[in-house]
């Protein structure tokens, strides 16, 4: 449906009901609603909690629900700060307009780490392309990288530039991408202690932090990139300009029978049982 049928539709759906109210609704007010709806559709989806009681990719109605909304990103390190936990990285969520980040459904991480057969590096013999694990205070292409007992810092050669300078050393390092497992606050303390818990260089562990995402390395390795694959927030839909649903086609009758609801609910029409009643039916 485009967002004039749908508005169409919602507009049809409350005459049936309650026909008082179809000539007194804007059409922004309707605009509120059917956002609110898909907001709320994406939600229950995702989460299970709806009355099929399936969440995402449980089944492939879930999966198909939710599929114009997948997206991936490839995130970077922020420099190390104060608020990082010892040898932990930030990295940004996306909130681009568009791309907004709302769900994770995969992750991953690239690390770069020590392996049994590192070997010091003397400057003038880097490799393009090639890893290097700092110890101690070197600096390479105008860049002072430091590591110290809390962090541990690295970077990667490029073309033309094959020595650095300072008093600390270089290891040539190995990467690999692994995979990532959410730690939650209340854990934290155990886990890092915890030789099966903690963070190692096949398995990162994850914290939350306000809109970022924070990657615990160790000693031995580093997080240099962060593969984020997610539920962004769907579009705003509105009438004027015209914006339709970005969700599947299939949902937009779903999405419309939402926001019938929650128009009820909100002028708390006597109609609102009985069109719930029947919202409960669907699917």
């Given at each position: 449906m485009t967002i004039t049928e749908m508005h169409i539709s919602l507009?049809?759906?409350?005459?049936?009901?309650?026909?008082?109210?179809?000539?007194?609704?804007?059409?922004?007010?309707?605009?509120?609603?059917?956002?609110?709806?898909?907001?709320?559709?994406?939600?229950?989806?995702?989460?299970?909690?709806?009355?099929?009681?399936?969440?995402?990719?449980?089944?492939?109605?879930?999966?198909?629900?939710?599929?114009?909304?997948?997206?991936?990103?490839?995130?970077?390190?922020?420099?190390?700060?104060?608020?990082?936990?010892?040898?932990?990285?930030?990295?940004?969520?996306?909130?681009?307009?568009?791309?907004?980040?709302?769900?994770?459904?995969?992750?991953?991480?690239?690390?770069?780490?020590?392996?049994?057969?590192?070997?010091?590096?003397?400057?003038?013999?880097l490799e393009v392309g090639i890893s290097y694990l700092v110890d101690g205070t070197i600096t390479y292409n105008g860049t002072e990288y430091t590591s110290s007992s809390t962090t541990l810092s690295y970077f990667t050669a490029v073309s033309g530039v094959l020595t650095f300078t300072g008093t600390g050393s270089?290891?040539?390092?190995?990467?690999?991408?692994?995979?990532?497992?959410?730690?939650?606050?209340d854990n934290y303390n155990k886990a890092v202690k915890d030789p099966f818990n903690k963070s190692y260089h096949n398995q990162v562990r994850r914290l939350a932090y306000q809109d970022q995402a924070e990657l615990l390395g160790d000693e031995t390795f580093a997080p240099s990139a962060y593969y984020l694959r997610y539920i962004k927030k769907p579009a705003a839909m509105s009438l004027d300009p015209a914006s339709n649903c970005e969700l599947s086609d299939h949902t937009h009758d779903e999405i419309v029978d939402i926001a019938v609801s929650l128009l009820l609910e909100d002028i708390e029409s006597g109609r609102y049982q009985t069109n719930l009643n029947e919202l409960i039916k669907q699917e």
């Open positions: 507009k049809l759906l409350v005459d049936k009901l309650d026909a008082s109210l179809t000539p007194n609704i804007d059409a922004e007010v309707i605009d509120v609603f059917l956002n609110k709806a898909q907001d709320r559709f994406v939600k229950q989806r995702m989460s299970g909690l709806n009355v099929h009681r399936t969440s995402f990719e449980e089944n492939q109605k879930r999966t198909d629900d939710l599929r114009a909304l997948i997206t991936d990103t490839v995130l970077t390190p922020e420099d190390v700060s104060a608020r990082n936990k010892p040898f932990g990285r930030f990295f940004t969520l996306p909130s681009t307009s568009g791309l907004e980040y709302w769900f994770t459904i995969n992750e991953e991480a690239e690390v770069v780490y020590q392996d049994c057969n590192a070997v010091e590096v003397e400057s003038g013999d270089v290891l040539k390092a190995s990467s690999k991408r692994v995979e990532v497992k959410p730690l939650s606050h």
